[in-house]
C-alpha cells in the first residue's frame, strides 16, 4: 500500500488522556498512525505527564524510542532506574517492560515513535 505524504501541527490532533491506576496519569497525541494520519510502518506522537504523572509499567511487542523535549523523569527499565532530562533518548526494545514518572515540577513533554502502524496495533501488557 502506498502512502502520501503527512504534514500537520500538534494542535491539529485532538488530545487523549490516561487517569487510571493502572495506566497512569498523562495525556497524549499520536501524531502519525491509524486511520486518521496512515503510515502503515510507524506509529509517532507526543505524551505531556503533569508533575507527578506517570505512565505505568508495561510491555509490548513493538520496539518504541522515546525523546525527551521537556522536564525530567524517572525511567524504569526492566528493573533498573533512569534519570532522563531534555535531550534524552531511549530505545526500548519490544518486550521491554517499562514506565516513566514525571519527577520535576513542571510538565514533561516525550515525543515517542513505536513501530506499528497504528497505536491499536500495540498490544500494552500492563502491569508486568
Same mark, same amino acid.
Given at each position: 500500500m502506498h502512502h502520501r505524504p503527512i504534514v500537520l501541527h500538534q494542535d491539529d490532533i485532538a488530545p487523549e488522556s490516561w487517569d487510571d491506576p493502572v495506566r497512569g496519569t498523562l495525556s497524549f497525541r499520536t501524531l502519525l498512525g491509524g486511520a486518521a494520519t496512515p503510515? =502503515?510502518?510507524?506509529? @509517532?506522537?507526543?505524551? /505531556?505527564?503533569?508533575?507527578? =504523572?506517570?505512565?505505568? @509499567?508495561?510491555?509490548? /511487542?513493538?520496539?518504541?524510542?522515546y525523546f525527551v523535549l521537556e522536564g525530567e523523569l524517572l525511567l524504569r527499565l526492566d528493573d533498573t532506574d533512569h534519570r532522563l532530562r531534555a535531550g534524552s533518548t531511549v530505545f526500548l526494545p519490544g518486550g521491554a517492560t517499562h514506565g516513566v514518572t514525571?519527577?520535576?515540577?513542571?510538565?514533561a513533554r516525550v515525543f515517542y515513535v513505536l513501530a506499528a502502524g497504528s497505536f491499536e496495533e500495540v498490544g500494552y501488557r500492563f502491569g508486568t
Open positions: 503510515t =502503515g510502518q510507524f506509529t @509517532a506522537g507526543v505524551a /505531556d505527564l503533569p508533575p507527578g =504523572g506517570w505512565l505505568g @509499567a508495561h510491555a509490548h /511487542d513493538q520496539a518504541e524510542v514525571n519527577t520535576g515540577d513542571a510538565v
